[in-house]
C-alpha cells in the first residue's frame, strides 16, 4: 500500500513509499525500488512515519526508530541514525538538523566533523534552549529562516531561543506543517472530551506573520495539504474529495474519483453485481470495537459510493460505528450489517436505513463492553435472519420474517455470552462460533417462538476435533451440506446430521501431505475466511494469504499471498465468491481485489436455453480459453469436430468447463464447427447429450 508521495522536481521524479518499508523512484520511463529500509540494519521497527525533502534536495525518511537520508539525484543513501525512539518530523536551518518526536525536539550540528550516525552527537532542546522541562515535539518544519514547531498541541515559531505562539486550541492536535510553496500550511484535528471527532483547521503563516484561516466550508477535517507552483493550496479531508483552492479569492473547488475514500474492508456482500462492503469494525487480536466511523461501501453500476453517519442521518442517530458483518437476505430486497457497537442496521431500497438495538428491540447490551455487537449474520432457508448478539445475556437473537426480533431461546445460552459468526446447514441447525470456546450448535426444531423443543451442543477440544485451545475463526457450509470451520489452527468439517448433538461425530480434520510429511489441513495456518466455489472447492483466508483446496480439502489447487499477486495483505478477513462469473473478492484491512475464477455454480439438470460458449464464434488471433457456462454441475464434457470424432474432454467446474481451444495433440481447432456434449449424474439416461456449439474461424 502507498504510504508517503513526494516529488523530486531536480530529476522530475516521484519517490514512493510503502507500509512495507519498501519505496520507489519513479520516472517517466522506468521505476526504481528499494528494499533497504526494510532489509539493512538491526532496529526494533521499521515503519515510515514520514519523507520529506529538505537541504539541497535530499530526503529524510523519519522512521519508527531513527532517521535516514537518501540522495534522490544520486539515488544513494547518506546517514542512518538509530535514536531508539520515533521520529515524526525532520527539518534542517542555518546548519543544524532537527528531529521531532514524542519525547520532544532532538537537533544535531550539520558539520564534517559530527557523526550524525551517532546518537550521542544529536541534543534534546530543553529549558536552556526555551523549551519546556517535558514536551511532546512531534511536527516540525524550517519556514522563513526560523523553525516552527508544535510543543504538545500548540504552535510556535522558534526564534533566538524564544518560543512565540502562533496556533493553539482545546481539543486540537497538530497534523501537519508543509512548506512547498511561497506559504507554511498547518493543519490540525479535532477530538472533544468525549472522545468524538469534530471539525479540525487549517492556516496559512506568510513571510510578513499574517495568518490567515483556509476557507472553513472547504476543509471541514484536514488529513494533509500542499501548495503547488500555481498558488493553489490542495487538501486531503476526511470526508472524501481531494479539495483545492486559490489563496487570493479563497474559492473551493472539489474533486471526486470513482474509488473508496478508505482502504479498510472487513466483509462483503454481493447482489448480482454489486459489490456492498462493511468496514472494519473490531480489533483482530482483542475482538474489541474500533472506533471506525467508515460505515458502508457500494459499487453499483460502475460508481463507488458511501454511506455512514455524515452522510445519513439514521445512521448518525444509531451512532455510525464499528460497522463490522454484513448480509444480503435471500430475496435481495435488503441488507443487513451488524455493527460491533450499536446494534444492526437495515439497508431498504432507496437506500433507506434504520436499525434495531436495545433502545427498540430484544438486542442487547454486553455485560462487560456496553455496546450491542452484532458479531454474526445469517439467513435460515424460510428468510429469518439469525444473529450473534455478542458479549449479552441472551447471545442469539432471531430477525423472523415478520420483522419481529426475538432472543428467548435455551437458558443455558447464557454460557456462551461470545457467539461469533454464524452459518445455518441443511438441516436447519444453526453453528456459531464462540470466543476462546469452540462451536454452539443450535436446533430450534423448527419452532422459533417455542423453546422448550430445542437442544443445542458445545463442541471443543474434549469431545471433538476442534483445536486444544478452542480459538475458532469462521464457518462455511459447502455444496453437500458439509460444515466446515477455520480455527486458529487449522480446518475442522463436520458431516454429521441429527448425530452431531449425540456427540458421536467429532469432526474431521483431513490429512494431507506437504512436502512429503502427512500434516493436518493447514494446521499451522490462523484460518479467518472460508469460501465455496461452483466446484464446491475451498477457498481458506488465513493470516498468511489465501489457500484454494479440492473439495474434499486434501490437494493444495493454488495460493496466493502480496509476493506472488495484487492482494494488499496477507490478512484476508473475507472470501465472497459471485456464483454466476466465479469471481472471487478478498477483504483485508488494507483493500480488496478479485480474481477471475474458473468455477461457476452448475444447474440442477440441463436447459439448453442457459448453456452458452464463450467467445462464440471463435476469431483467428485468439489465443486465451472458451467457457462453456450453464452445465450441471460437475458435468462430463465431450467436444467433437461436426463428424463426431473426439477433441477434448473434461470435466466441468462447477456449472462452466473450460477449453483451450486445441485438440491432444496441442493442435489449434480446424475452422468448423465444434459440438458440446455433456454428461452428470442427472443426465445419465441421455449420456450424449448436446448442449451447444463452438464455431471457429481460422
Request: proline content about 4%; hydrophobic content about 35%.
Amino acid at each position: 500500500n502507498p504510504q508517503f508521495i513526494l516529488y523530486v522536481p531536480q530529476n522530475e521524479s516521484l519517490m514512493v513509499s510503502y507500509k512495507d518499508s519498501k519505496f520507489d523512484q519513479v520516472f517517466q520511463n522506468q521505476t526504481n525500488s528499494f528494499n533497504n529500509l526494510q532489509r539493512d540494519g538491526n532496529f526494533f521497527n521499521r515503519d515510515i512515519l514520514n519523507m520529506q525533502l529538505i537541504k539541497d534536495s535530499l530526503i529524510y525518511f523519519s522512521m519508527a526508530f531513527g532517521i535516514v537520508e537518501f540522495n534522490p539525484i544520486q539515488g544513494e543513501f547518506g546517514f542512518t541514525l538509530d535514536l531508539g525512539i520515533p521520529v515524526l518530523s525532520v527539518a534542517w536551518l542555518e546548519g543544524f538538523y532537527y528531529a521531532g518526536t514524542e519525547e520532544g525536539i532532538y537537533r544535531a550540528q550539520d558539520d564534517p566533523s559530527v557523526n550524525l550516525k551517532d546518537e550521542t552527537n544529536w541534543e534534546l532542546l530543553g529549558v536552556n534552549e526555551g523549551f519546556p522541562q517535558i514536551y511532546s515535539g512531534g511536527q516540525i518544519a524550517a519556514y522563513d529562516n526560523a523553525l516552527f514547531v508544535t510543543v504538545d498541541d500548540t504552535l510556535y515559531k522558534y526564534e533566538n531561543s524564544t518560543l512565540n505562539y502562533q496556533y493553539g486550541e482545546e481539543f486540537h492536535s497538530p497534523l501537519y506543517l508543509t512548506t512547498e510553496g511561497d506559504y507554511l500550511l498547518a493543519g490540525f484535528s479535532c477530538v472533544d472530551d468525549q472522545m468524538s471527532s469534530c471539525d479540525g483547521a487549517a492556516f496559512l503563516f506568510d513571510s510578513n506573520g499574517l495568518v490567515k484561516e483556509m476557507n472553513g466550508g472547504c476543509i471541514n477535517r484536514p488529513r494533509f495539504g500542499i501548495e503547488d507552483d500555481r498558488g493553489r493550496i490542495w487538501s486531503a479531508d476526511a470526508w472524501g474529495q481531494f479539495r483545492y483552492m486559490k489563496i487570493e479569492s479563497n474559492n473551493c473547488e472539489r474533486l471526486t474519483f470513482n474509488s473508496p475514500v478508505s482502504v479498510q474492508v472487513n466483509e462483503i456482500a454481493l447482489r448480482d453485481d454489486e459489490i456492498w462492503m462493511s468496514t472494519n469494525g473490531i480489533s483482530s487480536t482483542t475482538f474489541k470495537p474500533e472506533g471506525n466511523a467508515e460505515g458502508i461501501y457500494t459499487y453499483i453500476d460502475g460508481v463507488w459510493d458511501f454511506h455512514k453517519r455524515e452522510t445519513d442521518s439514521v445512521l448518525n442517530e444509531q451512532g455510525g460505528i464499528g460497522f463490522y458483518r454484513i448480509a444480503v437476505s435471500p430475496d435481495k430486497e435488503k441488507f443487513y450489517v451488524g455493527t460491533h457497537v450499536n446494534g444492526l442496521v437495515e439497508v431498504s431500497p432507496g437506500p433507506v436505513f434504520s436499525y434495531y438495538s436495545d433502545n427498540n428491540s430484544d438486542l442487547e447490551e454486553g455485560v462487560i463492553s456496553g455496546t450491542v455487537r452484532v458479531a454474526g449474520l445469517a439467513f435460515d432457508e424460510e428468510g429469518n435472519l439469525w444473529l450473534s448478539n455478542n458479549n449479552a445475556n441472551r447471545p442469539m437473537a432471531c430477525l423472523k420474517t415478520d420483522g419481529t426480533l426475538i432472543n428467548d431461546f435455551h437458558p443455558g445460552l447464557s454460557q456462551y455470552e461470545g457467539l461469533r459468526d454464524v452459518v445455518v446447514d441443511f438441516q436447519g441447525y444453526k453453528w456459531f462460533t464462540v470466543d476462546k470456546k469452540g462451536l454452539v450448535v443450535y436446533d430450534d426444531n423448527g419452532t422459533i417462538d417455542v423453546k422448550g423443543d430445542d437442544q443445542f451442543v458445545n463442541l471443543v477440544a474434549t469431545n471433538s476435533n476442534v483445536p486444544e485451545d478452542n480459538f475458532t475463526r469462521c464457518l462455511e457450509v459447502d455444496l453437500d451440506g458439509e460444515v466446515w470451520v477455520g480455527t486458529s489452527k487449522g480446518v475442522v468439517s463436520f458431516d454429521c446430521g441429527p448425530s452431531i448433538f449425540d456427540l458421536e461425530c467429532p469432526g474431521v480434520r483431513q490429512i494431507v501431505e506437504v512436502d512429503g510429511i502427512l500434516a493436518n489441513l493447514l494446521e499451522t495456518e490462523d484460518v479467518w475466511s472460508i469460501a465455496v466455489d461452483g466446484a464446491n472447492r475451498k477457498w481458506f483466508g488465513t493470516t498468511n494469504g489465501a489457500f484454494l483446496m479440492s473439495p474434499n480439502g486434501k490437494d493444495q489447487l493454488a495460493f496466493f499471498d502480496i509476493n506472488n499477486s495484487p492482494l494488499p495483505d496477507n490478512f484476508i478477513t473475507d472470501i465472497k465468491i459471485h456464483p454466476e462469473t466465479g469471481e472471487v473478492f478478498f477483504a483485508t484491512g488494507k483493500g480488496m481485489v478479485s480474481y477471475r475464477s474458473d468455477a461457476i455454480i452448475g444447474e440442477v439438470s440441463h436447459v439448453k436455453s442457459k448453456v452458452y460458449a464463450y467467445p462464440n464464434p471463435v476469431n483467428p488471433d485468439f489465443e486465451g480459453t472458451i467457457a462453456i457456462k450453464g452445465l450441471t454441475r460437475d458435468a462430463d464434457v465431450k467436444i467433437t469436430d461436426i463428424n463426431g470424432q473426439l477433441v477434448y474432454e473434461t470435466t466441468a467446474l462447477g456449472g462452466q468447463a473450460v477449453w483451450n481451444g486445441k485438440d491432444y495433440n496441442g493442435r489449434k481447432a480446424s475452422s468448423g464447427v465444434y459440438l458440446v456434449f455433456s454428461t452428470s449424474e442427472n443426465n445419465l439416461g441421455k449420456p450424449n447429450t448436446l448442449v451447444t456449439k463452438v464455431l471457429f474461424m481460422n
